[in-house]
Structures are given as structure tokens and as C-alpha cells.
């Protein structure tokens, strides 16, 4: 599997703002997900966008997904204070099998002002 | 349904101890996976097990090294515990392990003294 990088690094905004977080990576893929992360707890899945797929919606949150730039970007619209996390994308590659492993980057850590 | 289960949440231990770490996938999956994180190098898979067989692997020290039951339940073990495994292990299972949607327990933060 390979890494994705997500950018910007950290994100503050004021609740009710939407938050836009990126992710690029380099080579082709099967799908691209999207987690979250409060400090110091597990990671939770929030969308799985596969390569045929060019936006997918859940809830408040939007991810689109440009195979020909290798890029990501997720949307979450309508911040909360509870939305505060590091959120994470992860590539999978396409073909070959990398049982059960997700390369993580350093993920965009989205603060949210009551 | 319950979701995973790590135990215990927190530990501490001095170097040179080992250490087991215990992990609850959700009913029915059957793929566990291990993750350590640290502020320095961020997520990193340690290995990931299926059907008690292990299927992959991370670039980590022999001194980890883990197992799964017949009821998939899984346990990983560090070794001669140093300074530098300070870190949160965090365990993920999925239903195949094909890399769609895995679900992660709380972690269990471990602190080397």
C-alpha cells in the first residue's frame, strides 16, 4: 500500500465554517479512505471512495476524488466543536495484496472554535 | 454489536520487561491488524493476522511479534521492552482484510520508563 499525504497540516476554523482537507498520492489505486482520529483514541472510518468514483457524499461530509491529479479532498460543511481531529487518508494500491495494512500520513489536524 | 476491544488502556513498564497487548475484533471478523503510533513516525503497521495465520508483515524488530486465536482474538508481544516502544497500539479488524474499512479499537497507550 502506499502513503498519502494530506495537506494542510492543521486547520482552524470557527464552528458552522466548512473545513476542506486534501490528500494526494503517487501511483494508481483501488480506493482512497478517509478516517478520523480524537486525541488519543482508535482511528474511525468515515468514506471509502473507489477509483470509479468521483464524488461521494455522507452526512455533512463530501469527498471527491481525481485520479488523474492522484489527489483527495475532503469536505466536512457545517463544523462542529465535535469535528475537532487529525483526520487521515489512505490509498490502497491497486493489484497485489497488502493484507490488512494502511499507510497512513501525517494526517491534517482540524481544530474547531465554539 | 460491540466493537474491538483493546486491554488494557493504559501501561506502564521499565525497559527490559516485556509486555502483552490483547485485542477483541468484531464478531465475525476475522482479520486483525496491529498499528503502533508515536508522535515521531506517526501510524505504522506492525502485521495483520487471518484465521490465525499471519499475512503480513511491517519492517519491526523480531522483539514484536504476535498471534491469533480460533476465535480471533489476538495478542502481540514486546520484547525487551525499550525506551523508543513508547507509543499508542492501536488493533483494527475487518471482515476479510482486504484493506476496505477497518475498525479500530480505543488503543492501548504503553509507556517505557
Known amino acids: 500500500s502506499q502513503q498519502g499525504e494530506e495537506d494542510p497540516q492543521a486547520l482552524s476554523i470557527q464552528e458552522g465554517e466548512n473545513a476542506t482537507m486534501n490528500c494526494s498520492y503517487k501511483t494508481s489505486i483501488n480506493n482512497l479512505q478517509w478516517y478520523r482520529q480524537n486525541s488519543g483514541r482508535g482511528l474511525v472510518h468515515l468514506i471509502l471512495i473507489r477509483s470509479n468514483e468521483r464524488e461521494k457524499h455522507s452526512g455533512r461530509l463530501r469527498v471527491t476524488l481525481d485520479t488523474s491529479k492522484k489527489s483527495s479532498s475532503l469536505l466536512i460543511t457545517a463544523s462542529r466543536a465535535a469535528d475537532t481531529a487529525s483526520y487521515f487518508c489512505a490509498p490502497t494500491n491497486a493489484g497485489g495484496t497488502s493484507y490488512g495494512k494502511l499507510t497512513f500520513g501525517q494526517g491534517t489536524i482540524l481544530t474547531v472554535h465554539p | ?113
Open chain 2, 1 to 113: 454489536k460491540a466493537g474491538v476491544t483493546q486491554t488494557p488502556r493504559y501501561l506502564i513498564k521499565t525497559r527490559g520487561q516485556q509486555v502483552t497487548l490483547s485485542c477483541s475484533p468484531i464478531s465475525g471478523h476475522r482479520s486483525v491488524s496491529w498499528y503502533q503510533q508515536t508522535p515521531g513516525q506517526g501510524l505504522q503497521f506492525l502485521f495483520e493476522y487471518f484465521s490465525e495465520t499471519q499475512r503480513n508483515k511491517g519492517n519491526f524488530p523480531g522483539r514484536f511479534s504476535g498471534r491469533q486465536f480460533s476465535n480471533s482474538r489476538s495478542e502481540m508481544n514486546v520484547s525487551t521492552l525499550e525506551l523508543g516502544d513508547s507509543a499508542l497500539y492501536l488493533c483494527a479488524s475487518s471482515l476479510a482484510g482486504n484493506n476496505e474499512k477497518l475498525f479500530f479499537g480505543s488503543g492501548t497507550q504503553l509507556s517505557v520508563l
